[in-house]
């Protein structure tokens, strides 16, 4: 099953485009960031990010994930503001 911390780690730096930038937004190390996010691709047994340095690109299967968080998560703000 998914950890919903985990994807919600996962989308803030795939938003942001790094880790160090969603770090700062999210107020956590960049060390729990990517600890986050490898137990998330050890849980679906796919890589969401190509490593290139310190750059990282989203892979076809972390495009799919992006799309699916953003759902999840717009859902979740979109609910915050109703109530």
């Known amino acids: ?21 969603a770090s700062e937004q999210l107020h956590l190390t960049p060390q729990t960031l990517s600890g986050q996010i490898s137990r998330l691709e050890a849980t679906l047994g796919v890589q969401l990010f190509e490593r290139t340095g310190r750059r990282l690109i989203l892979t076809e299967a972390g495009r799919m994930a992006l799309s699916y968080a953003e759902e999840i998560f717009g859902a979740s703000l979109e609910l915050e503001e109703m109530l």
């Open 1 to 21: 099953m998914i950890n919903h911390n985990q994807l919600r780690c996962f989308w803030a730096v795939a938003r942001a485009g790094g880790v160090h930038r």
